[in-house]
């Protein structure tokens, strides 16, 4: 599965990601055992803003995910900044910073 990608320093998600949020939503849809699933969201280290740009994003794909049908309660923001980069430095650092993750957090028996 392609990363979710956003044009610079922006809440604009690239065409390409709009599928992967749906290619996650019908995952969703499909496993109800996935009773609580965080959106996991990390920047590239760019300044002041970087926590409010990973909340923005964050509820940007929880919004995108509610509108494929994707109930809000079984969605947890978790907007992490850029407290955690994958890599400090370097050509292209940003493209392994810049990212969203799907960790599940509570499952469920399902009948």
């Given at each position: 599965m392609e990363p979710i990608a956003f044009w610079g320093k922006s809440t604009k998600?690239?065409?390409?990601?709009?599928?992967?949020?749906?290619?996650?939503?019908?995952?969703?849809?499909?496993?109800?055992e996935?009773?609580?699933v965080g959106i996991e969201v990390h920047v590239h280290p760019r300044g002041p803003k970087d926590q409010k740009l990973s909340e923005d994003r964050a509820k940007l794909i929880k919004n995108q995910m509610m509108?494929?049908?994707?109930?809000?309660?079984?969605?947890?923001?978790?907007?992490?900044?850029?407290t955690k980069p994958v890599r400090k430095d370097g050509k292209n650092a940003f493209k392994f910073n810049d990212r969203v993750t799907f960790p599940v957090l509570k499952v469920k028996e399902v009948p």
């Open positions: 998600l690239k065409k390409r990601s709009a599928n992967v949020i749906g290619q996650v939503a019908a995952t969703l849809r499909a496993h109800p996935f009773a609580k509108k494929r049908g994707v109930a809000a309660d079984r969605l947890e923001i978790q907007s992490k900044g850029s």
